[in-house]
């Protein structure tokens, strides 16, 4: 494909609903990333997938965060019971880890989807 | 862990040089990448630097000093769409292929 895209770009919901944030990666690409971005603050690291399985997952703030990924491409994050601190901006990167050292691989990320919990 | 310092923000002129420093903390080190993110847009790679040195691409360059645990970004003839944050990333040792990223500098360019 193009490009990392995201969906939805934009989504307003209430406190206490649950979300569901998608991903698709670039084509052929085995690593998958989720950052969540707040005004001011730097990107902050989430869950990565390496194909299906998630690795690291160290990152997710509660157990109200979930993810999974499927088919070695689509992702979804999932947050439940949201709460107003998770108002942010959801980005979700992208690369190619080639061989045994993926240490110069470059992340594509895509336009994120902005989440407002009222 | 991984502490990433960088300033928050900067001004420049159009047409000028700027520098954008970066400097870290790390238990190891596995490369140091530079992104460029415009307001409301994803951020796009700009620079991995593993080595010590200058690495040069067009009006963009970035220098790595790993004993000194510190990284530039330097700016030629600034544009004024190169107004935007410019976020540092660190990549840490082994197994751990995920960056960690500064808050970013956010560099405002004006006539």
């Known amino acids: 494909g193009a490009g990392v895209s995201q969906s939805p770009s934009n989504k307003v919901t209430e406190k206490g609903k649950d979300v569901e944030l998608r991903c698709d990666p670039i084509s052929g690409h085995t690593a998958l990333y989720w950052y969540r971005q707040s005004l001011g603050q730097g990107l902050e690291f989430l869950i990565y997938f390496q194909g299906n399985s998630a690795p690291d997952k160290s990152g997710l703030p509660s157990d109200r965060f979930s993810a999974e990924r499927t088919g070695g491409s689509v992702s979804t994050l999932t947050i439940q019971r949201t709460q107003q601190e998770d108002s942010a901006v959801y980005l979700c990167?992208?690369?190619?880890?080639?061989?045994?050292?993926?240490?110069?691989?470059?992340?594509?990320f895509g336009p994120g989807t902005r989440l407002l919990v009222l | 862990g991984q502490n990433i310092d960088q300033p928050t923000e900067m001004t420049a002129t159009e047409g000028a040089i700027v520098q954008i420093n970066c400097t870290y903390q790390?238990?190891?080190?596995?490369?140091l990448f530079w992104y460029q993110q415009h307001a409301g847009e994803a951020p796009t790679f700009l620079s991995y630097?593993?080595?010590?040195g200058l690495e040069e691409k067009g009006r963009f360059s970035s220098f790595l000093s790993r004993s000194k645990g510190y990284s530039y970004l330097l700016l030629k003839e600034l544009q004024m769409k190169d107004s935007a944050s410019y976020l540092c990333a660190v990549r840490g040792p082994g197994g751990s292929y995920i960056p960690t990223f500064g808050r970013g500098t956010s560099l405002i360019v004006h006539p």
């Open positions: 630097n593993v080595l010590d």
């Open positions: 790390t238990s190891g080190f596995n490369g």
């Open positions: 990167a992208s690369s190619f880890m080639r061989g045994r050292n993926p240490a110069g691989e470059t992340q594509y």
